[in-house]
């Protein structure tokens, strides 16, 4: 059986009066990646604070690689990596000056900044001031960063929120770089479309509590409709929508009276996107 | 703690420091603009004397006594003489007994009694001596048949008269140490703003070793430059130690406003906004050693005084450790206050 590499056991943390993160369980394995996603405010960011020591949980525990954080912070930091969703470069200084602190202070020795840099596509730039990066430039370098100590949990939060393409599929491969080298990944995202594509698993957050978590798959077998999308001409030579649920007792004679009745022009299958399943579960839409 | 971290961050502080122009240009140019300063100042002196007086009974020949150099000042009472000389708003006083003018008619042999700073020089004694021996030309036509009584407040500093020059040098390293209170406040304000803070905080490296790291880069910076130039203006040829002491725990006074004004300021221009009125308030005592009289006995409240008296007293005249202990320790006192002040609300910030 693979080993957690995350567990959270009823976790939680409040803000004055407001609750951020209630009473949430949950747990990773060794080399998968967990999405984790929510609207703004769901408490997916105090989530992470707590994960990597950065904020002590008020109750409940979280375990790291089977340490306690609360008990092991230093050990515990030294075997992540964390991305954080604002950028939090030292401008002033140049992206191979970046990633030699942070070496220094994980002790990574012998320490290769170019080799990192080429990795997420910065070769060439590592001696320009950061302050002279774009915002996706800032990205990779902040990916790189995380990664520099071959971090065993590795939690990225938003890592392609308003990249270019490019940007952000560079950042996707490293991700599954990353996984292949076995590391636990955990990703926040609003991006479901990034979070079906990478995540082993996604957890739904609203509201502080999480309301679903399971495979991409699983989730939409079990909350999704599939459904056929027809193209059809009408009488007046124009192109219109058609649509047919699908897994219902009536889906075959449907599908049989729209070919006999219409010129169907093209069709297709369709499956419910993890954003219909986060609407259909809590009533509202990721963003925002 | 760990060493390892303290150092690699407090040499990203200071390169991050060396980065910013403004504050490049403000230490090198400060630096170099205090030593021409100071190297432009008069080599002696020619200060007035500022004497306070005492005179129970109306002696108008006192109101004639008014020379060249000389500024005579009468007090309501021997306390506020001694008391004034004490704070440094006279070079000496002088208490006449009520009833001099009956003694002295009657032949007697009546006490006056004379206070000194500590640092007055022999040559302001030598000229209160003589102003007596005048006061007494003017009443009696003949010198006059008093004792004298003298009282020194504070220990005997007593030497030959300070040049300028040798008064500015407090003022001036003082003026260097507080300075980087504005730079270390901004590398403390950018680190949070910026929240580059989070991304330290998430490594091996601790709370402890940030606020070590910017400690010995605000110390480096401070301290460095405050010794530097009191080593090429001649600071250190008396009791160095005494003076590198005073220095070091200066430069601990700077490290705590750093914390304190970085952990309320957003941005660059709210650390000039917060640093300008704390330095100009802390600066006071050194224009108290500059220029003697200008400023009264409150400036002790300000953990400053301690500091530039120290320096003042070890520099210009030698003290040794006997002589300004006091000051050292109610400055390391009020190092140590604000110190815990300055982490505490920093702490609170980075939350």
Same mark, same amino acid.
């Given at each position: 059986m693979t080993q957690s590499a995350i567990v959270a056991e009823e976790l939680t943390y409040q803000y004055n009066d407001l609750v951020?993160?209630?009473h949430i369980s949950f747990s990773v394995a060794e080399g998968e990646i967990l999405g984790f996603l929510g609207p703004n405010g769901a408490g997916k960011t105090t989530t992470v604070k707590m994960l990597t020591g950065q904020l002590r949980p008020q109750q409940g525990k979280a375990y790291l690689l089977g340490l306690d954080i609360t008990k092991n912070v230093d050990k515990v930091q030294a075997e992540i990596g964390v991305c954080f969703e604002v950028t939090n470069l030292?401008?002033?200084?140049?992206a191979v000056e970046n990633l030699n602190l942070f070496a220094r202070l994980f002790d990574?020795?012998?320490?290769?900044a170019e080799a990192l840099l080429e990795r997420v596509g910065l070769l060439g730039r590592?001696?320009?001031?950061?302050?002279?990066?774009s915002k996706g430039m800032k990205q990779r370098l902040m990916v790189a960063r995380a990664i520099l100590n071959r971090p065993r949990v590795l939690f990225l939060d938003e890592?392609?929120?308003?990249?270019?393409p490019t940007s952000a599929e560079a950042i996707r491969s490293v991700i599954l770089e990353e996984r292949t080298r076995g590391a636990t990944v955990f990703l926040t995202t609003h991006d479901m479309m990034e979070a079906d594509k990478l995540s082993d698993r996604v957890a739904f957050m609203n509201q502080a509590r999480i309301v679903a978590l399971d495979t991409p798959h699983n989730l939409k077998q079990k909350y999704g409709q599939r459904a056929l999308k027809a193209k059809v001409v009408n009488r007046n030579g124009e192109l219109e929508d058609r649509g047919v649920l699908m897994d219902t007792p009536d889906t075959p004679r449907l599908v049989e009276d729209l070919f006999a009745s219409e010129k169907v022009v093209t069709i297709h299958s369709e499956e419910a996107t993890l954003e219909d399943i986060f609407i259909r579960i809590t009533g509202r839409g990721l963003v925002g | 703690m760990n060493s390892r971290h303290v150092v690699t961050l407090a040499q990203k502080d200071l390169a991050i420091f060396f980065r910013n122009r403004f504050f490049a240009v403000i230490t090198v140019l400060g630096l170099i603009g205090f030593l021409v300063m100071y190297f432009v100042m008069p080599r002696s002196g020619d200060a007035t004397l500022k004497l306070g007086l005492y005179v129970p009974v109306e002696v108008p020949?006192?109101?004639?006594?008014?020379?060249?150099g000389l500024a005579i000042e009468r007090v309501a009472s021997e306390d506020v003489v001694r008391q004034a000389v004490s704070d440094g708003r006279f070079i000496a006083g002088i208490s006449l007994p009520a009833d001099i003018l009956a003694r002295l008619l009657a032949g007697d042999r009546p006490t006056v009694r004379l206070f000194f700073a500590a640092d007055t020089p022999q040559e302001a004694k030598d000229a209160v001596a003589a102003i007596l021996q005048e006061l007494g030309y003017r009443m009696t036509g003949r010198s006059l048949p008093i004792e004298v009584s003298e009282e020194v407040l504070g220990p005997d500093l007593a030497g030959t008269p300070l040049p300028p020059r040798v008064r500015l040098r407090p003022l001036l390293a003082v003026m260097l140490l507080m300075m980087e209170t504005m730079g270390l406040a901004t590398l403390i304000s950018e680190e949070i703003e910026r929240r580059t803070i989070h991304a330290l905080l998430v490594? #091996?490296?601790t709370v402890a070793d940030v606020f070590a790291a910017k400690g010995i880069a605000g110390m480096s910076l401070a301290f460095g430059q405050a010794a530097l130039f009191m080593g090429i203006v001649g600071?250190?040829?008396?009791?160095p130690l005494v003076v590198l002491a005073a220095l070091f725990l200066g430069a601990v006074l700077v490290i705590a406003a750093g914390f304190l004004i970085g952990a309320v300021a957003k941005d660059m221009l709210s650390v000039l906004g917060w640093s300008m009125p704390v330095i100009i308030i802390l600066l006071i005592p050194s224009i108290g050693v500059a220029v #003697?009289?200008?400023?009264?006995?409150?400036?002790?409240?300000?953990p400053t005084y301690y500091l530039v008296d120290a320096v003042h007293r070890a520099s210009?005249?030698?003290?040794?450790w006997e002589t300004v202990w006091q000051n050292l320790l109610i400055l390391a006192g009020f190092d140590l206050v604000l110190a815990w002040l300055g982490v505490v609300f920093l702490r609170r910030r980075m939350r």
């Open positions: 951020a993160v209630d030292y401008e002033q200084m140049t990574v020795r012998p320490f290769d590592g001696h320009d001031r950061v302050e002279t990066y890592p392609t929120a308003g990249l270019d | 020949v006192f109101e004639q006594l008014q020379e060249e490594t #091996p490296a600071g250190l040829s008396q009791q #003697p009289g200008s400023v009264t006995g409150w400036i002790r409240t300000l210009s005249f030698g003290a040794g």
